[in-house]
């Protein structure tokens, strides 16, 4: 079995079957890591280009990682040092990197849709490290593939997504991501965080944090992200992290053993009390190791197909 | 021969050995393996999955019964190692490999069902020396079919089989006493697997 499509664009595009193989992929690709040689050949050849037009220190360095292990060569390419900095068109620039044939382009903008349009202009396959507050793909992959570790299944668990639900693209991949593989997911965050209608997407949506906690095996803290919002959501940080900041209070509501993830980067003791955060539930940094192999695999799976 | 022996599997082709014959032939290599090792404590099997996987367990086993000597059997996936992704593409039927123990100054056995050209056996000499730098590596088959494409050759072998290039050959091990065979089919076999 193979991915269908040469790019990796949004987990609402992917299949079951196919989220699962990239999921059992990363799983037998884990075992690199426990060796003194983390290293294998298989992308020998093969070039990356990690093209990042906003700031990222986990996804970029995590995808390197990734790309090294296999073998590939990689290219880091960042927009602050780069010729849109000379007023080049983002277009110009993805033609460019295009006609250097890479093999594989990693790409994160600000604009949702970037990578899709880039994927139609390229031969390369295209990876959307995320996408304005559209996708995430490769982080509800390692996301999924942590609790399918701590849980061995996704199978009617209770998720429930905390925070900064609008503007967050590491919600909307998951949403997609767990609603697929059978779990039921909540959301939950003051209503200027909510968007409108976010039920569509198969959640439910909360107002109350201590709501959407009840029972659930899985609980995700997301950061307020400012640097998207324009205008003024809540009063002031105390007043969000008086109503909405993870302590072991509200931990109590849910299952016992739940699992606490956060996508990072966290603000301490604003979406999640760092008595949580370095606390014997949370997985915050299995996620970030689990990154690497989920990026492995999609790095495989992407740059092995067959090239016609 | 039997209706049953001459096609197991339902789909043509002919038995080349039958489960006594297998069992026989991996007994031989067990007793060879004892013979000609002179201390069977620097000895690991690693099995190249799938295939070599149930040989090496059986080999491990026998090997025991010879000699009262457990030897550390690990498992060497060699997909990431293979010289076709390029061409070939990735493939789903990756494992993960398992080697609970330091190979380094080891003598290792390299277990494989089938050596045709060679190139399986290539890839799994790159991933060996990627876990430790062993004394000497080998190799034990239980088919050899010919049609080398890289100068490896056979230390232990349970069957040497005449085959055609384009032939397809299948073994298949029994899981808890079930019929077992090795089977030669004509002619439909992809070349480039190995």
């Known amino acids: 079995m193979r991915l269908v499509s040469k790019d990796l664009l949004g987990i609402e595009k992917l299949t079951r079957e196919e989220i699962e193989l990239i999921l059992e992929t990363a799983q037998k690709l884990h075992e690199i890591?426990?060796?003194?040689?983390?290293?294998?050949?298989?992308?020998?050849?093969?070039?990356?280009?990690?093209?990042?037009?906003?700031?990222?220190?986990?996804?970029?360095?995590?995808?390197?990682?990734?790309?090294?292990?296999?073998?590939?060569?990689?290219?880091?390419?960042?927009?602050?040092?780069?010729?849109?900095?000379?007023?080049?068109?983002?277009?110009?620039?993805?033609?460019?990197i295009g006609a250097m044939l890479p093999d594989v382009i990693v790409v994160r903008h600000n604009q949702a849709g970037t990578p899709e349009m880039l994927s139609r202009m390229v031969k390369s396959s295209v990876?959307?490290?995320?996408?304005?507050?559209?996708?995430?793909?490769?982080?509800?992959?390692?996301?999924?593939?942590?609790?399918?570790?701590?849980?061995?299944?996704f199978e009617g668990l209770k998720v429930a997504i905390v925070g900064d639900i609008a503007a967050s693209r590491v919600a909307r991949s998951n949403i997609y991501g767990f609603t697929k593989m059978g779990a039921e997911v909540r959301v939950a965050g003051p209503p200027t965080m909510l968007p409108p209608h976010i039920e569509q997407l198969g959640c439910k949506?909360?107002?109350?944090?201590?709501e959407a906690v009840v029972d659930a095996d899985v609980i995700m803290m997301l950061r307020i992200q400012m640097e998207r919002h324009s205008k003024l959501l809540f009063p002031s940080i105390r007043e969000y992290s008086r109503l909405y900041c993870l302590t072991p209070e509200i931990l109590d509501l849910a299952k016992e053993n739940a699992v606490i993830m956060h996508p990072g980067p966290i603000n301490r003791d604003v979406e999640i009390s760092s008595e949580i955060a370095d606390g014997p539930y949370s997985v915050i940094l299995e996620q970030v190791t689990n990154g690497v192999a989920v990026r492995m695999a999609i790095l495989y799976l992407l740059a092995g197909q067959r090239s016609n | 021969m039997s209706e049953q022996s001459s096609?197991?599997?339902?789909?043509?082709?002919?038995?080349?050995?039958?489960?006594?014959?297998?069992?026989?032939?991996?007994?031989?290599?067990?007793?060879?393996?004892?013979?000609?090792?002179?201390?069977l404590g620097e000895l690991v099997l690693l099995a190249i999955p799938a295939g070599g996987v149930p040989l090496g367990k059986r080999l491990q086993a026998y090997i025991r019964e010879v000699s009262g000597v457990e030897v550390p059997l690990g498992k060497l996936d060699i997909t990431l190692y293979r010289d076709d992704v390029a061409t070939a593409g990735a493939s789903s039927n990756m494992s993960a490999s398992h080697m609970p123990f330091d190979i380094t100054d080891k003598r290792v056995i390299l277990v494989d069902d089938v050596l045709f050209t060679g190139r399986t056996t290539r890839a799994a000499l790159d991933a060996v020396v990627d876990f430790g730098r062993p004394r000497s590596i080998q190799l034990a088959v239980l088919v050899d079919r010919g049609h080398r494409e890289l100068p490896i050759k056979v230390d232990f072998v349970g069957k040497n089989v005449p085959t055609a290039r384009r032939d397809d050959v299948r073994v298949e091990f029994s899981q808890d006493g079930g019929n077992e065979f090795v089977l030669v089919r004509e002619g439909e076999g992809d070349p480039c697997a190995s």
């Open chain 1, 33 to 96: 890591h426990s060796r003194d040689i983390k290293k294998v050949p298989t992308l020998r050849g093969k070039t990356v280009v990690n093209l990042f037009f906003e700031g990222s220190t986990r996804t970029r360095t995590s995808f390197e990682i990734a790309a090294k292990r296999l073998s590939a060569d990689t290219i880091n390419f960042s927009a602050s040092s780069s010729s849109l900095s000379k007023s080049e068109t983002l277009i110009d620039t993805a033609r460019s």
């Open chain 1, 205 to 210: 949506a909360y107002t109350n944090v201590r």
């Open chain 2, 7 to 39: 096609d197991p599997a339902g789909n043509g082709g002919r038995v080349i050995l039958d489960g006594p014959a297998i069992e026989r032939a991996i007994r031989r290599i067990a007793h060879e393996i004892v013979e000609r090792s002179e201390s």
């Open chain 1, 127 to 153: 990876v959307n490290a995320g996408d304005g507050a559209h996708e995430h793909p490769s982080q509800a992959l390692l996301d999924l593939l942590t609790v399918k570790e701590k849980k061995g299944r």
